[in-house]
């Protein structure tokens, strides 16, 4: 929760007034919310991809396989490797292949990744307003993805009223 | 008449070869759908996710297709939908020809406990949510929208 300094730091920016704070002061308040809204978009990938652990085997009524904690781990790094302000929680579900699928859906854009294994990872990615589909994998290198997510996260531009 | 085995495992050799039957456009896939498929949505909603629409992994299928049933094989066996795995809380229909119009190939694959298995070969990351778009639910939660 935003303290009364970071509040009034807040209301500052939304009126557009200059910070009653110090720049030094402004930017370690900027860093720990950024830090804590950090902590919390991993807080809510850490326990959904806890729930996907626990699922038995053959829990897709086919045969799939328990997910795998090097799997589980790996979408772990990938998705704190990820993490960018403003970038939406992920939905995570589980694939009957023992994969775990992450998707993202922002500013008309889609990106899909999926996890079969330590650095056994496939992406797609949709672009708005685009038919066209950019899909490839995705091993220790991961900067396509990140490329991805920064146009998911892209702060949202509102035009000044005339 | 009772439901097919929700057995999994491979084709049971010749006795699963025998009586391959092929699959009409015009017949229809169902796939189990559980729960973990289901992802938050707006105001209190779930939806369903195109991870629901994944093949089975090698060392459960060598061919790894993805695992469904025939309707049609399972009206054949006295098998209501509405009763068909219970366990499951949505079931999605698909209609076969609507399928191997994406490229796909949908082939009998009875395994043992289960001669209304069927696998929809070469599903690819691109097919997911086209397949997604396809289905129909007869069976969801009334919270799955």
């Known amino acids: ?162 | 008449m009772p439901l097919p085995s929700d057995q999994e495992g491979a084709p049971d050799g010749d006795e699963a070869e025998a009586g391959i039957v092929q699959i009409a456009d015009d017949d229809y896939i169902i796939r189990k759908i559980p729960s973990a498929h289901m992802q938050p949505a707006d105001s209190g909603h779930r939806r369903i996710s195109k991870s629901a629409f994944s093949a089975s992994s090698a060392s459960v299928d060598p061919e790894e297709g993805m695992s469904v049933n025939s309707e049609q094989l399972l009206q054949a066996a006295g098998v209501d939908l509405r009763q068909f795995a219970p366990e499951f809380p949505a079931l999605a229909r698909l209609n076969v020809g609507q399928v191997r119009a994406l490229e796909l190939t949908i082939e009998h694959r009875p395994i043992k406990g289960d001669r209304t298995h069927c696998q929809v070969l070469g599903v690819k990351e691109k097919h997911r949510k086209k397949l997604l778009r396809l289905a129909e639910f007869p069976r969801k939660p009334p919270d799955v929208v």
């Open chain 1, 1 to 162: 929760m935003p303290s009364d300094a970071s509040g009034t730091v807040l209301e500052h920016t939304r009126l557009g007034l200059s910070s009653p704070f110090s720049a030094g002061a402004q930017r370690l308040w900027s860093e720990s919310w950024a830090s804590l809204s950090r902590n919390e978009w991993l807080r809510g990938v850490r326990n959904r991809l806890k729930v996907l652990t626990e699922l038995p085997a053959g829990w897709d009524g086919y045969g799939a396989p328990r997910i795998s904690v090097e799997t589980t781990l790996f979408a772990l790094q990938i998705l704190q490797d990820l993490w960018a302000r403003r970038l939406p929680t992920p939905d995570i579900s589980a694939m009957s292949s023992g994969g775990i699928m992450i998707e993202w859906e922002s500013h008309g854009h889609e990106l899909t990744i999926e996890i079969h294994g330590p650095y056994a990872t496939r992406f797609l990615f949709e672009r708005a307003g685009s038919d066209e589909e950019e899909v490839g994998t995705a091993g220790s290198d991961i900067s396509q993805l990140q490329s991805y997510v920064a146009e998911l996260a892209r702060p949202v531009v509102v035009a000044a009223a005339a």
